[in-house]
């Protein structure tokens, strides 16, 4: 079953009556690269935590596929911004996703090899993962999600804590991952990388969407005051609507 | 003071010559806490795990139950086997009593609830880090599981070395269920307990050196062991 586009009405997430996620409306297609930006407490993480069922919304819908069914259980996949390392090889930990999918040893670590040899790992495999420096670990927290051909990938902030060369390395990645037919939604604060990665943006402040418009649309005739202010970095923190 | 040297020097011969006696009490007292603290860890860190791991009502509750455990009186436990195992209990018609097989039931129990808890402590801290990515990869319960004890598993000697303290070190159940019976159910510590009441004090102090000799030993290679580890997984 095809699980896009995704469709997310009136997406409301409170816990303890504070208002994390004040109604979100949005559409995801098919294809792209969908860039999510605003101000630190926007709510854009908890958005892709929502999606990929890590948080449980107060109310609202997401409706997967054309005929809006439930949450599937294969094909969203998510990469943290400090992804976990387990105490294993390079090699162990890029296949750790094909565990539950019932992939059998000998193949998961052909598949493993093959994937690593892609993100520039493949001389890496028999070391422990834990020992990559933060670049590398980043490149193989996404081999390790692209491996198990996701329909649809989240990422938070993959690159926040990247110099320029390993964001480059990542970016380049996570190009490769859309070209081979993932639907992408990314959480960053680098509006560089926006302009570079995004095919559209959506802008978020106090737990809304502002907009959700192409990139170029949005750097050159930003619709909204947040979007405008937030370009020319005089947004204020954790701003209310 | 020259009594008290020549009971240390008695101790050392009886080591150095390997005394039959020594060795057999020894060797009993390896195969008994060896066995129970197999049979802990394949038990133990399983269940401390698994509490760790799951959402059930209960669960706190269950992990207190398991802390308090931890410190139970091993004559308590000595008298509960003896209860089932005696000729009136439930398993009395194994005739397992003043026999080995009992002592490590015996010590079994002693050494589950300790290495349950410290492992459950143990996986609660990575599967606080672990859980989110675990449950966007669709991971089972049973697979978290396993998949964390793999990753605990340079930490969780700290439990399998607790055990193995706990059990060599007992003596109040042992004695009650093996019944320090010489050349069949008689170890180290009811061995020393026993020596030191006689006034045999050269035997006594020559399985206590071996005790603490192979105390020290095993936490040793643990240390060495978990050093290398953390150099080569980090």
């Keep these: 079953m095809a699980i896009l586009p995704l ?56 409706a997967w596929g054309r005929d809006g069914g439930s949450r599937p259980q294969q094909g969203v996949m998510m990469v943290f911004q400090h992804p976990m390392m387990l105490r294993a090889s390079v090699l162990q930990n890029v296949v750790l996703g094909l565990k539950p999918l019932g992939v059998a040893a000998g193949e998961r670590r052909r598949r493993g090899l093959a994937m690593l040899e892609r993100v520039g790992l493949a001389d890496r495999a028999g070391d422990s993962a834990r020992q990559l420096s933060g670049g590398e670990q980043q490149r193989l927290a996404l081999a390790r999600a692209w491996l198990t051909r996701p329909r649809l990938l989240l990422l938070d902030e993959p690159t926040a804590s990247l110099d320029p060369s390993a964001s480059a390395a990542v970016e380049r990645i996570i190009r490769e991952i859309r070209t081979d037919g993932t639907r992408i939604l990314m959480v960053t604060h680098n509006l560089g990388q926006a302009t570079r990665l995004g095919d559209d943006i959506v802008f978020m402040a106090g737990g809304r969407v502002c907009e959700h418009t192409p990139v170029r649309a949005f750097f050159a005739r930003p619709r909204s005051d947040e979007a405008r202010l937030f370009i020319q970095g005089e947004l204020p923190w954790r701003m209310r609507l | 003071m020259s009594a008290f040297a020549a009971t240390f020097s008695d101790a050392l011969a009886l080591l150095t010559t390997f005394d039959h006696n020594v060795a057999a009490i020894v060797a ?12 802990g860890t394949l038990i133990g860190l399983p269940l401390g795990a698994c509490i760790a791991v799951g959402r059930f009502p209960g669960k706190s509750t269950l992990s207190v139950l398991i802390n308090g455990m931890m410190g139970l009186p091993s004559v308590v436990v000595g008298v509960v086997v003896y209860l089932f195992l005696s000729r009136s209990g439930p398993f009395g018609g194994l005739g397992m009593l003043y026999s080995p097989a009992a002592m490590v039931a015996a010590q079994t129990l002693l050494v589950v609830p300790l290495m349950a808890a410290i492992t459950r402590q143990v996986v609660d801290d990575v599967w606080q880090r672990y859980a989110e990515e675990l449950q966007v990869m669709r991971f089972s319960w049973w697979d978290s599981v396993t998949t964390l004890l793999h990753d605990c598993r340079h930490s969780l000697l700290v439990a399998v070395l607790a055990g193995l303290g706990r059990a060599m070190s007992e003596v109040g159940a042992v004695m009650i269920v093996g019944g320090n019976i010489d050349g069949a159910t008689r170890v180290m510590t009811t061995a020393i307990a026993l020596e030191t009441s006689k006034g045999d004090l050269a035997l006594a102090i020559a399985l206590g050196v071996v005790l603490i000799l192979i105390i020290l030993a095993l936490n040793a290679l643990a240390f060495g062991l978990r050093h290398w580890a953390m150099r080569r997984f980090g």
């Design chain 1, 7 to 62: 469709r997310i009405r009136d997406l409301r997430y409170a816990p303890n009556g504070r208002e994390v996620l004040a109604g979100i409306d949005l559409e995801l297609g098919d294809e792209g690269i969908t860039l999510v930006l605003g101000p630190n407490g926007a709510g854009k993480s908890v958005l892709l935590r929502t999606i990929c069922g890590l948080v449980e919304p107060s109310s609202g819908v997401l």
């Design chain 2, 28 to 39: 009993l007292s390896l195969q008994v806490s060896g066995a129970a603290v197999v049979l």
